[in-house]
């Protein structure tokens, strides 16, 4: 069974940065796909970034092109969402999935396409 544990998360201010993390046991994300989602308080989650199994390029939400990047350490299974320039706006739960299928672009961003989550790490920014 594959087990995804997020951690990272945090009170910042508006323009800090915070990086978080997502550790993968019990199999390995490199197979599929994986991805990061955010859900703010009383709104729909909302996909954030994704990449893809032997590729390195990152799809991302437009809100968040230029400020969050994410790459991946395979030895140690884990992978990284990077966070700067950080708004009010960015705060929410962010959550970690990985999905076991190398996902077309236009299915990353449904998170039912995913068939494992993380219990989400809080990210607050406010001054």
């Known amino acids: 069974q594959v087990h995804l544990v997020e951690s990272g998360g945090g009170l910042v201010q508006p323009g800090d940065s915070l990086r978080l993390s997502c550790a993968v046991s019990g199999g390995s994300f490199d197979a599929g796909t994986v991805a990061w989602f955010r859900q703010a308080s009383g709104k729909e989650r909302e996909f954030v970034i994704g990449?893809?199994?032997?590729?390195?390029?990152?799809y991302y939400r437009d809100s968040v092109k230029g400020r969050f990047t994410v790459s991946r350490d395979n030895a140690k299974n884990t992978v990284f969402l990077q966070m700067t320039s950080l708004k009010p706006e960015d705060t929410a739960v962010y959550y970690c999935?990985?999905?076991?299928?190398?996902?077309?672009?236009?299915?990353?961003?449904?998170?039912?396409?995913?068939?494992?989550w993380g219990q989400g790490t809080q990210v607050t920014v406010s001054s």
């Open positions: 990449i893809r199994r032997g590729n390195s390029n990152a």
């Open positions: 999935a990985v999905a076991s299928k190398y996902l077309i672009v236009s299915s990353m961003t449904s998170g039912n396409q995913y068939d494992y």
